[in-house]
């Protein structure tokens, strides 16, 4: 068989991470992350695999998002930044790339024109944004790569996307002999974490529409009893187009023992009275996303349920309240986890409290311990404590929060308690 290496949320993901354990005790095998590829897609507006991002943007914001970017070169000393698929392109560029083998790249030297590289074929999905990059469509029987080594050429120092697929990297390496390799993530993160008023306002819309499911969630409008878990993500994941995203992220449903698997896969199992229903669910509205997690109890909660959803409700109330402009990351997670702790319920909380949100659905800041990076106003990030009791239930409770100069601001305000549904 396959031995399944678990890691925690609160171990370190570097060369000194610590392996916690190694079996793997969860029962869904063939776990679905988060970003597995996207099933529903507004039909008619926009293509599966990519397009144009955010509307309300226009070159001025890109160019001064460049000028940053650059900035954040010269502090990092870093010659050059490529960036293929992934979030980093749209944000700077407004073009998403499509994730196929044809390479597309936006070469950004610190000094100089940046390039966007795109194949032939794609070059018409590309909106003109004036003076931003210029655009160089490669065709069929040209060697892309050789093209981007020679726009970088002379560079020491690059730094590339996280989700640039590494056949690119490895085609390039060869190419460019001596550079030295660093990840994009130091360089465009800090920008894509503090975001600006009309990021804000994006991440509010979505979190809005979010929050009219929740409430027919819990206003019983969506039916749970006798349905499978798969046919109440397919309706919430309906749901979520027909309030305004582009397309789904993820729609989590876990009925009793299933929601003690955090990121549980909506299976066959069919939904029955008197047990936890936990909704994780979120999409992608004009660039920005919206990720919240209700749970609804079909029935009266049980003594234990009900209890334990007291001290959860409270971790998450005051995790959200932790959320004070200069307040490091991992003190969130502290002040969450510390409610849970006190209540008996420590070794139940097994993730971080939360992560950054924005074009993508987890990004930085993470709220977990080690993360010391203190929090600034712009930062938007989900506050999601949980308590999973493996073979009997689970439960978490989720709000986007967005940290401002006058304190903390949930962009999730649906009902938080347990509601029972019939
Ligand atoms: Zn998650
Ligand atoms: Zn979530
Ligand atoms: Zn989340």
């Not at 000028?67 to 992934?86: C, I, K, Q």
């Not at 749970?295 to 109330?317: I, K, M, N, S, W």
């Not at 506050?383 to 006058?406: C, F, Q, S």
Request: with cysteine.
């Amino acid at each position: 068989g396959v031995r399944v290496a678990v890691w925690t949320d609160r171990s370190v993901r570097s060369a000194t991470q610590t392996w916690v354990g190694t079996t793997h005790t969860w029962a869904n095998a063939t776990h679905t992350w988060v970003n597995a590829p996207h099933t529903w897609v507004r039909s008619g507006q926009r293509s599966q695999t990519g397009d144009m991002t955010s509307p309300m943007v226009d070159s001025s914001v890109y160019l001064e998002r460049l000028a940053r970017v650059r900035d954040a070169m010269a502090t990092n000393d870093v010659d050059a930044l490529l960036l293929s698929v992934g979030h980093d392109l749209p944000y700077l560029t407004g073009y998403t790339a499509m994730p196929l083998e044809r390479l597309t790249m936006l070469v950004v030297p610190r000094d100089g024109v940046a390039t966007m590289l795109i194949p032939a074929l794609e070059a018409p999905r590309v909106r003109d944004v004036s003076g931003v990059f210029d655009l160089l469509p490669w065709g069929e029987t040209q060697d892309p790569t050789a093209i981007v080594a020679r726009l970088a050429g002379g560079a020491r120092r690059i730094a590339v996307g996280d989700q640039m697929w590494a056949r690119f990297l490895v085609e390039l390496l060869p190419e460019l002999p001596g550079v030295e390799y660093t990840r994009a993530v130091d360089v465009v993160g800090p920008l894509r974490m503090s975001k600006d008023q009309a990021e804000i306002d994006a991440l509010a819309a979505a979190g809005a529409a979010v929050d009219r499911i929740a409430g027919e969630l819990q206003r019983g409008e969506i039916p749970l009893v006798g349905r499978t878990e798969a046919e109440v993500s397919a309706h919430l994941g309906r749901r979520i187009i027909e309030e305004g995203h582009d397309k789904v992220n993820f729609a989590i449903v876990a009925a009793g023992e299933n929601a003690a698997s955090p990121h549980h896969h909506a299976g066959s199992r069919v939904i029955g009275e008197d047990e936890i229903v936990l909704c994780d669910f979120g999409g992608t509205m004009n660039g920005y996303c919206s990720d919240t997690t209700r749970c609804v109890f079909t029935g009266d909660p049980t003594a234990e349920v009900a209890e334990a959803y007291a001290v959860l409700h409270e971790a998450q109330r005051v995790g959200v309240a932790a959320g004070v402009v200069g307040t490091p990351c991992e003190e969130i997670d502290r002040a969450t986890r510390r409610v849970i702790d006190d209540a008996g319920f420590g070794d139940f909380f097994i993730h971080r409290t939360g992560h950054g949100i924005g074009m993508e659905e987890h990004e930085d800041p993470y709220i977990v311990e080690g993360n010391s990076l203190p929090l600034e106003a712009g930062h938007a990030y989900s506050v999601e404590p949980g308590i999973y009791i493996p073979g009997k239930w689970g439960m978490r409770l989720e709000d986007i929060v967005v940290a401002t100069a006058d304190g903390p601001v949930a962009l999730n305000n649906s009902d938080h308690s347990l509601v029972g549904v019939g």
